[in-house]
């Protein structure tokens, strides 16, 4: 990208349960001014209606960019059009079969192969429980390929006050791994009153 130009990052949301994890991190990527380029699943609507009170307008409207996830021949489907990488949020099995097995048959999974062989970060928020041996063998091989796996599994340890607080302390951490700061992970700072000894040889 080219200097002084707004950080881009593309952003897919698939099927598995979870979207209101998709839908908040385009917020919190808006609220950062990076230039969001985002693609839907099919499946990933389904969900949308079953979980959520959102309308798919409304959701477009926190992206830069929207992309059909037929349309292959997108700008996301070339390395050539740069970006910090993207976040799969969240993942379902079959897109992370579909990204383990190289089959980009639909945007969502091509824009990740791109990611992938262009060496940039890619992040699934992988959903599912309980895991049988060919997700666990396709998250091997993800992450084998470069990628990193990142179950949104809560961090009881920031003592999180409601459902919201989860989740942002999950997509705080998700947006570390590009070097954004949204400001909603509380940050461990080691157990409370326990002082550390001085070190050996000093007062």
Known sequence: MNAGARPRLV???SGASGFVYGVRLLELLRELEVEV???VSRSALLTMAAETAYKLADVQALAARV?????VGAAIASGSF???GMVVAPCSMKTLAEIATGNTGSLLARAADVVLKERRRLVL????TPLHAGHL???LAVTEMGAIVAPPVPAFYARPG???DMVDHTLGRVLDLFGLDAGTVRRW????GRAHPPEAGRP
């Open 11 to 13: 952003v897919g949301i």
């Open 37 to 39: 380029h985002l693609v």
């Open 67 to 71: 992309h059909r996830n037929d349309d």
């Open 82 to 84: 740069r970006t910090l």
């Open 125 to 128: 928020l992988a959903r599912e």
């Open 137 to 139: 063998r396709n998250m």
């Open 162 to 164: 409601s459902l919201e």
């Open 189 to 192: 700072q080691g157990m409370p």
